[in-house]
C-alpha cells in the first residue's frame, strides 16, 4: 500500500514560485517537487503560466516592471491558476490531449481573465506607492526645509553678531579716536591760550616797569626841585640881611 504524502498547500507554491519563502522551507518544498510526481506537473504548469505572462509586450519591457504587475494580483492569479488547473489535469488524466494547445489556451483564458484585475491591482498599487512617496517625499522635504532654515538662521544670527561686533568695535575706535581729536584739539587751545597769558603778563610786567622807571625819574625831579626850593627859603633871611647891611653903609 501506497504511503499518503501530505501536499504543500497552493498559497506555499506561490510563494515558492515567486521567491517569497524561507529558504528552509524552499529546501523542503524542493524535496517534495523530486518525489511528487504530482506537485511537479502543478509547478510546471503554474511556471509556464507565468512565463507566458512574463511574454506580454509591457510599456518599458522591464523584468521588474513584470514582477511589478505580477505582484499586487498574485493571489488572485494563484486562484484563477488553480481552478483551470483543476480542469486540465482532469482533462489529461481522462483523454490525454494535446499539452501544447492546453497550455496555449491556458494562457490565453488567464491574460483575458487576469489583465483587468493586474492592471487594476497595478494601478492601484502604483498610486498607494506613489503617495507614499510623494508622503514620504513631503516629509523628508519639509525636514530638510527646516534643517536648511535653522542652519540659515544660525549662520545670519552668526553674520549679525560678527557683523554688530565689527560695527560696534568701529565705533569706539571712532570715538576713541575723536575723543583723542578733540582732547588734542583742547589741549592746544590750552596751550595757545597760556601762551597768550604769559605773552601779555610779560607785557604788562615790561609797560609796569616803564611805568615805575617814568614814575621814579619824575618823582626824583620833583625831590631834586622841592630840595632846591627848600634851600632857597632856608637861606632868603641871611640874604637879605646882607643886602640890608650893603645899604645901610653906603
Avoid at 481573465?113 to 503617495?131: A, G
Avoid at 542652519?151 to 575723543?179: G, H, R, V
Wanted: aromatic share 6%; hydrophobic share 40%.
Amino acid at each position: 500500500m501506497k504511503g499518503f504524502m501530505m501536499h504543500p498547500q497552493h498559497e506555499e507554491w506561490m510563494e515558492y514560485l515567486y521567491g517569497e519563502i524561507e529558504p528552509d522551507r524552499r529546501e523542503m518544498l524542493s524535496g517534495h517537487l523530486r518525489q511528487c510526481p504530482d506537485c511537479r506537473r502543478q509547478v510546471a504548469a503554474w511556471q509556464s503560466a507565468m512565463r507566458g505572462l512574463d511574454g506580454w509586450k509591457l510599456t518599458n519591457g522591464s523584468r521588474s516592471a513584470r514582477r511589478a504587475l505580477w505582484g499586487p494580483a498574485r493571489w488572485a492569479a494563484a486562484v484563477l491558476v488553480i481552478l483551470a488547473l483543476g480542469f486540465v489535469v482532469g482533462r489529461v488524466s481522462s483523454a490525454g490531449p494535446d499539452m501544447d494547445l492546453l497550455e496555449q489556451r491556458l494562457e490565453m483564458s488567464l491574460a483575458s481573465s487576469l489583465e483587468p484585475t493586474i492592471r487594476q491591482n497595478l494601478t492601484d498599487e502604483l498610486n498607494r506607492d506613489w503617495l507614499g512617496i510623494l508622503a514620504a517625499s513631503r516629509a523628508q522635504l519639509r525636514e530638510d526645509l527646516q534643517e536648511q532654515f535653522r542652519a540659515d538662521l544660525n549662520e545670519y544670527a552668526a553674520d549679525t553678531f560678527a557683523a554688530a561686533y565689527t560695527a560696534t568695535n568701529e565705533l569706539l575706535a571712532n570715538l576713541i579716536q575723536t575723543l583723542d581729536a578733540a582732547q588734542a584739539q583742547e589741549r592746544y587751545r590750552i596751550l595757545e591760550t597760556l601762551d597768550l597769558l604769559e605773552q601779555q603778563r610779560l607785557y604788562d610786567d615790561a609797560l609796569l616797569r616803564s611805568d615805575l622807571v617814568h614814575l621814579a625819574l619824575q618823582t626824583d625831579e620833583g625831590f631834586q626841585k622841592l630840595m632846591t626850593v627848600k634851600d632857597i627859603k632856608n637861606n632868603e633871611p641871611e640874604v637879605i640881611k646882607n643886602n640890608d647891611e650893603q645899604v645901610n653903609q653906603h
